[in-house]
DNA sequence: TATATAATGTTGTTTACACAACATGTGATG
DNA sequence: CATCACATGTTGTGTAAACAACATTATATA
């Protein structure tokens, strides 16, 4: 059902799945997810709807699915690797959750009651492997188990950007990078 | 190899045919359709070459369907239907073909080894179809034979509509069609 | 309660596409 | 002339999508 190098696979499996990701994103900005159908969404991206369970089991798989292949094209977009445990690693991390939410979530009031849940577990993951990632490949000393460190500080990201984000009349993207910042450096912050 | 109702046609190749138009519509906007290779328009269209071949016998058989179907739809999108012989059916026909040459052939002078031949071709015969459908609907009597007409009516539309698309300084489309339409208007004009 | 409507999943068969391989042709460069 | 690079067509085999059919569940409506 998954991945297996986007680059090699079936040309034919990726034009079916961008075609769906393509179709469930436009119904999006029309209608809530809940009165979206699997029928509404294959017919947009003509395809049978058979096809769309050869894919995905249900909608709200292709939903994480279009979350998580955005947001790490924004980190790729970006070159944002999470090389180390330098504040510029983490400021580059909070920033493209901030913006991503910004383009994605554009109406988060609205979409309040299955959009919002998946958007939230779907970025937090993403954001909670990539700095696993940078643990596991630059290690450092830390008060506690990489993961536990991965899971709170992504919790910590998401919070503070979703809060960020929901206020309507927030500040420039990069100023409140350099707050959060503040709160959630000392997280991973290695023993002296 | 053809339309077959091209409602009730198998989605895949609808989609198939419609990405390798669009695929050639794009290239054209880049390069001269002699630097075009089969081979190109399929990687645009994220398809097989082999699968070109299943459609079209080569790169002219595609561009003959794309400037077919694009005039034809514009044709039905303005509801021209050549009901009679009347000026003001003519006249429709006359505007849709000055419209197509401007909207399709922006830069005309730079189009003229193969591409320009083309769309004539294609174009006139539409046209010529066109006309002739409506006589077999609508007979009327004629100094000659519906064929005969129709053919001269059609190449004399789109040499006129050529003519005054190709002119830099040209006059407003509806302004030509009154002109043209006094010249080609007695082609058909029925015997007292 | 019955029943109509609509959505979800699943299955088997048919058709279209991907792909590698090969033959052929053509122009450029040594 | 050789040969390298590249484009055109064609073929056989494997895989994905289309489609109809069916069972299931849920939500209305009489």
């Given at each position: 059902?998954?991945?297996?190098?986007?680059?090699?696979?079936?040309?034919?499996?990726?034009r079916?799945?961008?075609?769906?990701?393509?179709?469930?994103?436009?119904?999006?900005?029309?209608?809530?997810?809940?009165?979206?159908?699997?029928?509404?969404?294959?017919?947009?991206?003509?395809?049978?709807?058979?096809?769309?369970?050869?894919?995905?089991?249900?909608?709200?798989?292709?939903?994480?699915?279009?979350?998580?292949?955005?947001?790490?094209?924004?980190?790729?977009?970006?070159?944002?690797?999470?090389?180390?445990t330098?504040?510029?690693?983490?400021?580059?991390?909070?920033?493209?959750?901030?913006?991503?939410?910004?383009?994605?979530q554009?109406?988060?009031?609205?979409?309040?009651?299955?959009?919002?849940?998946?958007?939230?577990?779907t970025?937090?993951?993403?954001v909670?492997?990539?700095l696993?990632?940078?643990?596991?490949?630059h290690?450092?000393?830390?008060?506690?188990s990489?993961?536990?460190?991965?899971?709170?500080?992504?919790?910590?990201?998401f919070?503070?950007?979703?809060?960020?984000?929901?206020?309507?009349?927030?500040v420039?993207?990069?100023?409140?990078?350099?707050?959060?910042?503040?709160?959630?450096?000392?997280?991973?912050?290695?023993?002296?």
């Open positions: 059902m998954q991945a297996q190098e986007c680059s090699k696979l079936d040309p034919r499996i990726r079916t799945r961008h075609l769906l990701q393509d179709s469930l994103r436009h119904l999006l900005e029309e209608k809530e997810l809940e009165e979206i159908s699997v029928q509404d969404i294959t017919e947009r991206a003509t395809l049978n709807r058979a096809t769309f369970y050869a894919h995905y089991t249900d909608k709200f798989a292709l939903l994480e699915e279009m979350i998580r292949v955005n947001f790490l094209q924004l980190l790729e977009k970006r070159n944002v690797r999470f090389d180390g330098c504040p510029s690693a983490l400021r580059a991390v909070i920033l493209a959750v901030c913006d991503f939410l910004v383009d994605f554009p109406s988060i009031s609205t979409r309040q009651h299955q959009f919002g849940p998946f958007l939230q577990t970025v937090i993951d993403q909670r492997i990539v696993l990632d940078g643990f596991q490949r290690p450092v000393n830390m008060r506690a990489a993961e536990v460190i991965a899971a709170t500080t992504s919790w910590a990201i919070g503070a950007a979703r809060e960020w984000a929901s206020d309507s009349k927030r420039p993207p990069e100023d409140f990078v350099s707050l959060a910042l503040e709160l959630i450096g000392p997280i991973l912050a290695t023993v002296a």
